[in-house]
């Protein structure tokens, strides 16, 4: 088991302390990895394209037949029995067999091939295409075939698993950065909550008016608003993270607040090679390997248009003793050689499969030039999306030093009586809009950077 799991496995158990560990993004990806559920169903297409290949290499298994024949009422009373194994290969589609006949009873003259000696006859051989399924035949086609498919499924859901860890990190960040949001609005809240205190004792003694404290009291209402809002945000990222984060047994898990963690610093942008990059995306690979298969099935339906000559050589030999007075052991070895040609007269069957595999072919070129072009898009555009937001946190930032330098300034003032408490919570809510700046700016360098480390096909760390 991961640590990652065995983390969530002490979860599931209810262990307290183990709650308050903050929640890191590895651990999310981990789950994601290993327990997210149409992973584990992509998974299993790989293992069935698996199936598939095995399925295909069983074209080449040996065979073995046998045939017993008897005519019990005849003038030609007689038995023969038949058994030949036969084993296909890839060797330019040649197939090797080995058999065993015998034949007892009585024979007619124009059968005289099927009589054997007494302990029957030996043979052995092969037939070789030379034309027509010689470079390439269908068992080989499906052979190749298969081996692109399973690897087509690998891919499928390597780009699963891309996409899926991107929208896991995109769903983390979210939620940390909501519980920053629910952060700065409690904090605002507890500032109007201790000047709600220190008012209603200036109020007291005449210090400041009345209506300065009922101001206060509607920003007070309207803030604890703003958290009630801020805690709905928290919960809604819960839930979004707790489809990616999962137990061992696979069930959601809603990560606890105590597991909350700031937002770190921005990551610098990695440095990338664009043709490597386009080079590594599952989603461009499976389509080089759809082209290949297509390939083998275009070439497959070329060579159908050639005449199919076979060649066969067979080596056979009697066993036991003849029906006439020789006595040796081993009848004469017989050497025999042949060949069929086969000519259609017509070829719209493998033409039409021709024209068929050929436009194929064009639409994976097609399909392979539009993924090329958009991964070359992405990669750009994320790289870019990054840039701009470590630029946004560092302007975010000095408008969050101001903002902070202005609001203790304006509190100042108002504790001098030289401003009111309007001008007061104004610049509060400046200073919360500036930190809200900087918490989207820190959200937005984060997915960025899982974005682009997706579109360059490097996973997430």
Known sequence: MSPALAVLAVLAAGDAPVKDVPLSLGEVVQATRELYPSLLAAQADVEAAGGER??????????????????????????????????????????????????????????????????????AGAVVPVLRNGPIDRRRATEARAVLAQSIAGLAREQQELELLRLASFRYWEWVAAGMRRDVARSLLVIAKERDAQLATRARVGDVAQFDRQDNTRALVQREALLVQAQRGLDAAAFELSLFLRDP??????????????????????????????????EVKRL?????????????????????????????????????????????????????????????????RIQAARA???????????????????????????????????????????????????????????????????????????????IDALLDAHRAEAALRAALALGLK
């Open 54 to 123: 095995l399925s295909a290499a069983g074209a080449f298994d040996p065979v073995w037949r046998t045939r017993v024949t008897g005519v019990p009422v005849s003038v030609y009373p007689q038995v023969r029995v038949d058994s030949v194994i036969e084993a296909p290969t890839p060797l330019w589609g040649a197939t090797f067999f080995g058999g065993y006949r015998i034949g007892r009873g009585k024979f007619q003259a124009y059968y005289g091939e099927r009589e054997t000696w007494s302990a029957g006859e030996l043979r």
């Open 288 to 352: 080089i390997d759809q082209q290949k298969a297509a390939e083998v099935e275009l070439r497959f339906q070329q060579n159908q248009l050639l005449p199919a000559l076979d060649l066969g050589v067979v080596v056979s030999g009697d066993l036991g003793t003849p029906n006439t007075s020789s006595l040796s052991p081993l009848g004469p070895a017989e050497l025999e050689f042949n060949a069929v040609l086969d000519v259609p007269l017509l070829y719209r069957a493998p033409l039409g």
């Open 360 to 438: 194929a072919l064009g639409r994976l070129g097609l399909q392979l030039r539009l993924a090329r072009d958009r991964a070359a898009m992405e990669v750009n555009d994320s790289s870019s999306a990054l840039l701009a937001a470590r630029e946004r946190v560092v302007l975010a930032r000095r408008e969050v030093e101001v903002a902070l330098q202005l609001e203790n300034g304006e509190r100042k003032r108002f504790e001098l009586g030289d401003s009111s408490l309007l001008f007061v919570n104004l610049r509060e809510q400046t200073t919360v809009e500036a930190k809200l700046r900087e």
């Open 249 to 282: 047994k696979g069930e959601p898990v809603m990560p606890a607040e105590a597991r909350l963690v700031p937002l770190p610093d921005p990551p610098p942008a990695p440095g990338f090679d664009l043709d490597a990059a386009l080079g590594r995306r599952p």
